[in-house]
C-alpha cells in the first residue's frame, strides 16, 4: 500500500505504548481505531492520552483547539472487526510470544490483504511473528521508545521476509509522525536492547560485586558519560523484571556467556523487587 493510501491506523492495546501510539498518530492527522479487549482498559488509555495532550498543551507544542481534534480522530473499541478499515496496523499487546501470535493471526484474518502490520514488541523475532501471519513481506517491526509521544526514535525492524516496499512506507510513516526512523536487521534485542541491556546488566554486576553503590555506578554514567539518568534509575524505570526477561532473550537467542543475566538482578526479581512499580529496585520509592 502507498504511504498516501494510509489514512486510517489500528493500534492494537491502549496500554502504555499503544495509546501513545495512538496519540502520535492521531496527532499527525490519522484516524485511528484503538483495540483493546475491555472497556476499561480503552477509557483508561483515553484517559492518559487527555493528560499527556494537556502536557503537550502546557508546554507549548500543541495548540489548545487542536486537543478535540486529536481526541475526535480516535476511535476506541472492543470489537475485533473494527480492524477491516485500517490501512495499516500496529500491535502493542503484552510481551507475551503464544498472546502476540494469537493476536496478530487474528488480526491478520480481518485486515485488507494489501495492509502493512507491525509490530511493536521489544524482543520476540520478527521473523518469527511476520511466518505466523499470511502476510510475512507486508510485517515488520516497529519499536517505539517510553514515552512514545516524547522519544524520538523508532527503530524499524526488517524481518527475514519484510519487503523492500513495506519498509519504504513505513520509514516514510515514521517521519509523518515526526520521528526519526532507523533501520534495523531482525536479530535478538534488536540495537537498542542488545546495547542496553548488557549495559544495564554489568552496572548490576558492578553493585553484586561491591565494586561500587547504585548511586555511584549512576554517578559514575551521568557525569562521566552525559547520560542523563543512570542505568540503575534506568532500569528501576523499566522494570527489573521486563530488563531480566530481555536479558534471558540475548542469552538463548546467541548462546554467548557474555549475556548472562547478572545473578542480583534474577535475585531481586524473585523478592518482587521490580523498580519503580513495586516500590523498590536498585533505588527505594515507598514515599
Ligand atoms: N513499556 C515499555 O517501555 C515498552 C517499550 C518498547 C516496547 N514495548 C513493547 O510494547 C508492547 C506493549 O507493552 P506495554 O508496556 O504497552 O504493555 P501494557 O501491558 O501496558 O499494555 C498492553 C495492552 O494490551 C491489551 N491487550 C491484551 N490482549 C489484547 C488483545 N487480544 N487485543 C488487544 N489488546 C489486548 C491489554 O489489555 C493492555 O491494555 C510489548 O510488546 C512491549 O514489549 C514496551
Not at 544495564?200 to 553484586?208: L, R, S
Given at each position: 500500500m502507498s504511504i498516501d493510501a494510509i489514512k486510517t491506523v489500528a493500534v492494537l492495546g491502549?496500554?502504555?505504548?499503544?495509546?501513545?501510539?495512538?496519540?502520535?498518530f492521531a496527532r499527525a492527522g490519522f484516524s485511528v481505531i484503538l483495540r483493546d479487549v475491555e472497556q476499561r482498559f480503552l477509557d483508561r488509555g483515553m484517559q492518559t492520552i487527555s493528560g499527556n495532550l494537556d502536557r503537550e498543551i502546557k508546554k507549548g507544542k500543541l495548540a489548545e483547539a487542536?486537543?478535540?481534534?486529536?481526541?475526535?480522530?480516535?476511535?476506541?473499541t472492543a470489537d475485533g472487526a473494527a480492524l477491516a478499515k485500517a490501512d495499516f496496523c500496529v500491535e502493542a499487546v503484552p510481551?507475551?510470544?503464544?498472546l502476540k501470535l494469537r493476536v496478530l493471526k487474528e488480526a491478520d484474518a480481518t485486515l485488507r490483504p494489501g495492509v502493512i502490520l507491525a509490530s511493536n514488541t521489544s524482543s520476540i523475532s520478527i521473523t518469527e511473528l511476520a511466518a505466523a501471519t499470511s502476510r510475512p513481506d507486508r510485517f515488520l517491526g516497529m519499536h517505539f521508545m517510553n514515552?512514545?509521544?516524547?522519544?524520538?526514535?523508532?527503530?524499524?525492524?526488517?524481518?527475514?521476509?519484510?519487503s523492500d516496499d513495506a519498509?519504504?512506507?513505513?520509514?516514510e510513516l515514521c517521519k509523518k509522525l515526526e520521528k526519526t526512523p532507523v533501520a534495523v536487521n531482525d536479530a535478538p534485542g534488536f540495537v537498542s536492547n542488545r546495547v542496553l541491556m548488557p549495559m544495564?546488566?554489568?552496572?548490576?554486576?558492578?553493585?553484586?560485586e561491591g565494586v561500587a553503590t547504585a548511586q555511584a555506578v549512576d554517578d559514575v554514567m551521568k557525569l562521566g558519560m552525559n547520560h542523563p539518568m543512570g542505568p540503575l534509575t534506568l532500569a528501576d524505570l523499566i522494570g527489573l523484571d521486563v530488563c531480566l526477561d530481555i536479558m534471558e532473550v540475548l542469552y538463548a537467542g546467541f548462546a554467548d556467556s557474555k549475556y548472562r543475566p547478572c545473578p542480583l538482578l534474577r535475585k531481586m526479581v524473585a523478592a518482587?523487587?521490580?523498580?519503580?512499580k513495586s516500590g523498590r529496585g536498585f533505588y527505594s520509592y515507598q514515599d
Open positions: 491502549a496500554g502504555t505504548m499503544g495509546n501513545g501510539i495512538a496519540h502520535v487542536e486537543k478535540p481534534k486529536v481526541l475526535a480522530r480516535i476511535a476506541p510481551e507475551n510470544r503464544e514515552p512514545v509521544p516524547v522519544m524520538m526514535l523508532v527503530e524499524v525492524i526488517r524481518g527475514m521476509q519484510t519498509y519504504a512506507t513505513t520509514m544495564i546488566n554489568e552496572a548490576a554486576y558492578c553493585v553484586m518482587g523487587w521490580l523498580g519503580r
